[in-house]
């Protein structure tokens, strides 16, 4: 007879949130020695493949179809909206485990294919055929992530100007992407999660804004520049990563600086309370003199 105990993680939405429930995932497993079936209930599927700490996942549509129970669900759904104060990973060991102490590794896990690394080195090889940092520049829900286009510009022409490196830009079709310059390479929509996990791994720099991309970088020992408006940059920094992997925030000017840890929680949305609901001023208040400064402690100056 199998006694091995089956477990129901859940954590819905968004692919920043997903991937930083990956820890608690690990620690479940290593709790239990291995000795359990742990399933994801998730949105965001492609997270958890290849990860041998998972036994399978469900989509809500695929879930219904299924008629066993599990001895243990794990909701993260709502889990860290609802401990604003909280680095979101450390929200979710609270909930899991009843204390962050009891997490043992923070880091956050995608476990790639040796195919991933092929399509990554092919892409390096054929298309960008040279040194180069990567760049998401988001655009997506939450308006004070969703920097200018002419903020994202002049970002770009800093990395221009302060590397030689070529720019690779990341992201989904609908992201902006620039092509003023030879340098600007557009991969827009042309790889998985797991593959730019490897792209980015084999870059000189990461460079982005507060969203799922950055947590992908975080799964590699890259360099990050990473600008944080709403949510404070201590409340979504990469944890677990070694001492020599640098992590640079660029905080907005702006008194007002991670205003959503003081919203009534769950918080699942800021609306600005001093501009603009749908443009916050903080989104287009970054310093382009500390961006150059933090490139420039990576040693890539031109």
Not at 114 to 122: S, T
Not at 181 to 202: C, F, M, T, W, Y
Not at 228 to 235: I, N, V, W
Request: with cysteine; charged share 20%.
């Amino acid at each position: 007879m199998n006694l091995a105990p089956k477990i129901l993680v859940i954590r819905q939405l968004a692919l920043g949130d997903v991937l930083l429930a990956t820890p608690i995932i690990e620690q479940l497993y290593k709790d239990h020695q291995g000795n359990c079936e742990i399933d994801v209930l998730t949105l965001k599927p492609e997270v958890f493949s290849n990860n041998p700490y998972v036994h399978k996942t469900y989509t809500p549509q695929t879930y219904q179809e299924i008629n066993f129970p599990f001895d243990k669900t794990i909701n993260l759904d709502l889990a860290y909206e609802k401990q604003p104060l909280l680095h979101i990973t450390d929200a979710y060991a609270l909930y899991a485990f009843g204390s962050p102490e009891k997490l043992q590794n923070k880091r956050i896990q995608l476990f790639s294919t040796p195919q991933d690394k092929l399509k990554a080195n092919w892409l390096a090889q054929t298309k960008i055929q040279s040194d180069y940092v990567v760049i998401h520049m988001r655009q997506d829900t939450w308006p004070s992530r969703n920097l200018s286009e002419q903020t994202w510009r002049n970002i770009v022409d800093v990395l221009l100007q302060e590397t030689t490196c070529k720019v690779v830009q990341v992201g989904s079709e609908r992201e902006f992407a620039f092509d003023h310059d030879p340098r600007l390479i557009n991969l827009l929509g042309q790889v998985s999660i797991h593959e730019l996990k490897e792209l980015i791994a084999g870059s000189k720099l990461f460079v982005g804004i507060d969203s799922g991309t950055l947590h992908i970088a975080a799964t590699t020992d890259c360099p990050i520049i990473c600008m944080f408006t709403s949510a404070h940059h201590t409340l979504r920094m990469p944890l677990g990563r070694g001492a020599h992997a640098q992590f640079t925030a660029i905080a907005p000017k702006i008194d007002c600086y991670g205003c959503q840890a003081h919203f009534k929680p769950p918080i699942t949305g800021v609306i600005c309370y001093k501009g603009d609901p749908f443009s916050p001023p903080c989104k287009d208040l970054f310093d382009l003199e500390d961006l150059r400064g933090a490139i420039r402690q990576t040693r890539l100056s031109a």
